[in-house]
């Protein structure tokens, strides 16, 4: 009698297990979802993902764990983890736009085509000199680096950077030359300008706004199509005032995750609502409020056109810098 | 509110909430042990924490990680002492001379004088950091790339001087090989590929953590196994009392005082951390010495330099990150991190909206030091017990230690290779008594050195004059060049010479 009873109870609490198992394989997600990061512990891309997961798991229920995996070029060996991971919508690729470079520089040999991004912030770039500097409005700058060609040094994070394709976006635009410095980052390009190393510096407002305020670095202008208010000051569009930028510019930090494309479209619609949802919720907008940057919230089509713009430009700029490994006609990547 | 009160609340805050005082335990706590594992360094504990503290308030998010910044450049004393693998880049200095301490059976005084020396440091560093981090701020920010450049090539040039006495060459090949190592992968400045014969796996670069893992620990275990070396013989009583040798101490307070000098000057400069500073406040140590010839052989003027100076680094690396928003230090980038997630933006505004923030960050700096010195005094007597275990069956464990500690950093199997072949090349080198912390610190340096003079040439179109022409520049020119110098018998011989001939011309 008590063998029945144990068998039957068995019994019953297997079929129990299947079928509660069976309804959280239906359910997405069931278990804890890993956000690999491609960039270092700290930085934009990283921190952004921390605070937009962090909303995003109150929404769906379960835990998003950051993990950074960094190395490799433009972050290749977190990308390829983040690819060869099962297309189960377990596994987000934390990014950014200066990981679209990663196939011209022989990263590896995937296009940004096989993802699907999620856009979440970005920071417009702003052209700053040193306080003792002796340009007080971009059209000061402007007229000297005509009439001194490559005397001017700019300072604009790494060769290949965001800030290095809208530096020289910037020179083509006003048909004049600098003389451009490569850092290992804006940090560092940033550090530069301070020391007096370099005159010009080009990176995002998150990451100058305190020595904007502090009054350490002038804003001249930034690369965005209307002026932008930081605390008391309008730091006007360098855009306005010359407008044959606007045949290079704006190009835009892009900051977020990416998904395989191959991600069934359920889950997608899943991951694109708590997207939405934790772009809505205070403590985003409160950290983009507290550290300057602009909530995108882009994802589906729209992200996927932007990121792929983004591939076109830097792979090409660096191609005809000679900086890239393989040849974007090769990897069928259209011309800007 | 003045700041004095702010410092007073905030310690009397912590002190008196259990959750704080439990979160300061633990995290210095796993800090030494981050400390003490070769592989697993104070960057790195940071970062783990950062992940971890994230939803606490920011105030208890900072205590847990000033906590454990503060026992990762502590802990790597530990393996220093007892089986001179460092178990951090800062400690490797330490270990030139707690090492043969211990051998000598006092290892015990070894982990006493290191452990006061380290609460000394931080304090003098938080005394910085509270009372003039505007000044050094300002000051750090004279650096431009040639200074880099030099800082550099300086601390390459100074470790290889200072772990090879009887021919400095030696020590400044070895040096010159971490360099070279360094140039393999992707430069930093054009992104062309050097060394790496096509290989993808080497585009990146060669990873410190298993360079300082093989480099340290493989050719100490294959020495230890071979020379069947074994500790096991020797009594608790032998191992030396851990109480604080304040004899000692005060005897070195003109040491102490310069060592945390150097800690905090070093620190508060961008991008180079505790290992320069252990080395620097070394060699100065060394050379302002009644008996330099003690130096290597386990002289305590040695461990307390180096630790105070390592110490002092953090309160030094705090400076211009809370006052330009600019890191001094690898963990002080984390760091860094962390407050933005916290919604803190470290820098110039954060002083004027929040003048109570260095106070507090001073408070907490003060309380993990106390803490630091509680855990390592209580520490100090059992780890000391590992001494007991005859080594040739320590060591196996170690090597795992060793293998994990690669692999961890970015579980990248390449790094089980590098660290084999580094640990393989460093054997050789032991064998030919060639040093092998300027191989490390070559490879932790060499980048800096490369990419600050090309930097630095393209800013001034290829012009050398900035080397004179700019005051710390030139000093430090002086500086290599004298220690370049002293190295030459014609140099010397000359030198000597002019002295005499002064002194006859003056007599």
Known sequence: MNTKKLIMGLVLAATTLTASAAAAQDRYPSRNITDVVTWSAGGGTDVTNRVITAAMSKYIGTNINVVNVTGGVSGSVGLIQGYDAKPDGYTLIGLSESNTTAAAMGGWENRTEVFDFFIATSSPDVVSVGKDAQWQTLAELVDFVKANPGKVRVGAGGAGSLHHINALAFQKGIDGEMNFVPYPGSSASQNAALSGEIDVVITTVAEQNQLIQSGDFRPLGTLTEGPYTLGEQVIPSALELYPELKTYLPISQAIGFAVRKDVPVEIKQEIAKAFIAAMDSEEVKTFAAENYYELVGEYGAKANARMARLESLFSWTLWDLGAAKVNPEELGIPKP | ?507
């Not at chain 2, 847990?64 to 490797?92: Q, R």
């Not at chain 2, 380290?118 to 431009?144: D, E, H, K, N, R």
């Not at chain 2, 300086?154 to 040096?175: E, H, Q, R």
């Open chain 2, 1 to 507: 509110m003045n700041p004095l009160s702010i410092f007073a609340e905030t310690l009397s805050n912590i002190a008196i909430s259990p959750m704080l005082v439990a979160i300061l335990f633990s995290s210095t706590f796993l800090g030494i042990v981050f400390g003490a594992m070769p592989g697993l360094t104070a960057t790195l504990g940071v970062a783990l924490l950062t992940t971890l503290t994230y939803g606490l308030e920011p105030e208890t998010a900072l205590v847990a990680l000033l906590a454990i910044y503060v026992g990762g450049v502590y802990g790597g004393m530990y393996t220093s002492v007892l089986l001179n693998i460092p178990g951090t880049a800062a400690a490797a200095a330490t270990a030139l001379d707690g090492y043969p301490m211990a051998q000598r059976g006092e290892a015990g005084r070894a982990f006493g004088l290191a452990t006061t020396s380290s609460l000394i440091g931080a304090l003098i560093g938080m005394v910085f950091l509270a009372l003039v981090s505007p000044l050094i701020a300002q000051a750090a920010l004279q650096f431009t790339s040639y200074e880099y450049f030099l800082l550099a090539l300086f601390g390459i040039l100074i470790s290889g001087s200072l772990t090879s006495p009887d021919l400095a060459v030696k020590g400044w090949a070895a040096g010159l090989f971490g360099i070279w190592l360094s140039t393999i992968g992707q430069d930093h400045i054009q992104m062309y590929p050097r060394f790496t014969f096509g290989m993808h796996a080497l585009d990146s670069g060669i990873d410190v953590v298993p360079v300082l893992i093989g480099a340290f620990g493989i050719p100490q275990i294959m020495m230890v196994l071979e020379s069947h070396l074994s500790l096991g013989g020797i009594k608790a009583s032998m191992l030396g009392r851990i109480l604080p040798d304040f004899r000692t101490l005060i005897k070195n307070a003109r040491n102490i005082v310069s060592s945390a000098l150097i800690g905090v000057g070093i620190g508060a400069v961008p991008g180079i951390g505790e290992d320069i500073a252990a080395w620097v406040s070394y060699g100065v140590a060394r050379k302002s010495s009644k008996h330099p010839e003690t130096f290597g052989k386990g002289a305590p003027e040695g461990i307390i330099s180096t630790t105070v100076a390592n110490q002092a680094c953090i309160g030094g690396a705090i400076i211009p990150l809370l006052s330009l928003g600019i890191p001094g230090s690898p963990p002080a980038v984390m760091l860094l991190g962390a407050l933005m997630l916290h919604n803190v933006a470290p820098g110039p505004m954060l002083l004027k909206q929040q003048p109570e923030f260095v106070p507090q960050v001073a408070a907490i700096l003060f309380a993990s030091a106390i803490t630091m010195f509680v855990i390592g005094m209580i520490l100090s007597k059992q780890v000391i017990h590992i001494l007991r275990v005859p080594q040739s069956l320590f060591m196996p464990l170690i090597a795992v230690l060793c293998v994990i500690g690669s692999f961890a950093l970015g579980l990248n199997t390449f790094n089980l290779y590098l660290m084999g072949i580094i640990g393989i090349i460093s054997y050789f080198f032991t064998k030919l008594q060639f040093p092998i912390a300027p191989l490390v610190i070559g490879v932790i340096l060499g980048p800096m050195a490369d990419t600050a003079l090309r930097t630095g040439l393209k800013t001034t179109d290829g012009s050398l004059l900035p080397f004179v022409t700019r005051p710390i520049s030139l000093i430090l020119v002086l500086v290599i060049l004298a220690i370049v110098g002293s190295q030459i018998p014609a140099v010397n011989n000359a030198i000597r010479n002019l002295f005499s001939a002064m002194k006859r011309k003056a007599a």
